[in-house]
């Protein structure tokens, strides 16, 4: 028999699980068939091993960065944090992030066991007056951070923003991997994918593979109420200022056929619900996911048909925070 050794988990990105929810569909009297793609068996947890594999593999092709010279930089919200966190440790790059404030003590202590400095962008001194200026918006502080980037590097700093709310890869990696793989799973039957937004990487990717397999599968985005706070990891994208937009989604209806608007009590409840009737952990992301296709299955038009679910990443990220407390 021939030893199966990998040689580094970044052979096992990619390839997850398309699971029937039949605990979930059962408990709610929906007619509609669940199937959630359950990203957290990525090898570190989350959607994001994909695309985070996709932009360092791709820069190191393209000869922008370098193991033990190069510093990859990121601003997140957590998990692309890990992400690069990981994958840097695993290739021999040296890791700084900056993350979003408000995100669960998990997300910051998984960061530094890889290896990575970690700093809060409400901490970082340069970028302070600007980020109250946009209420601390994610995209505005992304834009601002470019700049402190870019003059660390006129300085002589080799560093590389991975950039996911911009890089063209974030994307192109959802439409190689992410889309594909739910068109093989699923052989090309279901009426409908649901996706949280956050960069927006997701949901374009996906939609761009499904809609060219079959126009009419309907992609449905999933955004955060304007007060949801709670619901870190997704965002904003219709009645914000343009610039605040993800590029991914801005100016284009293209790649979903409906947005639906998630608060913070019916996505956890969801997420709750669905660990306790499918033993699926998922974070909050995941639940307004859920909570969105649970809408769409209520409907007529969906009965007997087939909904499938994005759900990024693992529960164990959000122990610390109000999502499992009832």
């Known amino acids: 028999m021939a030893k199966k050794i990998n040689d580094s988990l970044t052979e096992l990105v990619g390839n997850t ?12 009297g929906l007619k509609a068939k669940l ?8 090898p570190i947890g989350s959607i994001k091993d994909r695309i985070v594999l996709r932009i360092i593999e791709d820069a190191e092709k393209e ?14 919200s957590g998990n692309t944090g890990i992400a690069v966190s990981a994958i840097g440790a695993m ?24 290896g990575a400095k970690v700093q809060k962008i409400s901490e970082v001194p340069e970028l302070q007056e600007q980020l109250k200026a946009t209420n601390n918006d994610f995209v505005a502080a992304t834009n601002i951070l470019k700049q402190h980037i870019r003059d660390r590097q006129s300085a002589g700093d080799s560093i590389f923003f991975v950039d996911q709310m911009i890089n063209p890869k974030n994307p192109a990696a959802h439409h190689d991997t992410t889309g594909a793989e739910i068109w093989e799973q699923t052989e090309g039957d279901f009426a409908a994918v649901v996706s949280a937004v956050g960069t927006g990487g997701t949901i374009r990717g996906i939609s761009d593979y499904v809609k060219a397999k079959n126009p ?16 870190t990891g ?6 914000v200022p343009e610039e605040r937009v993800p590029v991914t989604v801005r100016n284009t209806t293209s790649v979903y056929n409906e947005v639906l608007v998630a608060s913070v009590k019916p996505s956890f409840e969801a997420a709750r619900t669905v660990a306790k ?21 209520k409907r007529p038009e969906y009965q007997g048909k087939t909904i ?13 925070t109000d999502l499992f407390k009832e």
Do not use: C
């Open 17 to 28: 699980p398309l699971v029937r929810l039949h605990g979930y569909e059962k408990k709610l």
């Open 35 to 42: 199937l959630a793609k359950v990203e957290y068996f990525n």
């Open 63 to 76: 000869g922008k960065i370098q193991p033990g010279v190069t510093t990859l930089i990121e601003y997140t």
């Open 91 to 114: 290739k021999g790059y040296a890791v700084q992030i900056y993350l979003q404030d408000g995100v669960s003590q998990e997300r910051l202590q998984v960061m530094k066991a890889f």
């Open 216 to 231: 009419s599968v309907k992609v449905i985005a999933v955004e955060p109420a304007l007060d949801a706070s709670a619901l």
């Open 234 to 239: 997704i965002h904003n994208f219709t009645e």
């Open 277 to 297: 009737t499918d033993g699926i952990l998922v974070g909050n992301s995941s639940g307004a996911a859920l909570w969105g296709a649970t809408e769409l299955a």
């Open 308 to 320: 499938v679910i994005v759900f990024p990443d693992t529960g164990l990220r959000y122990l610390s």
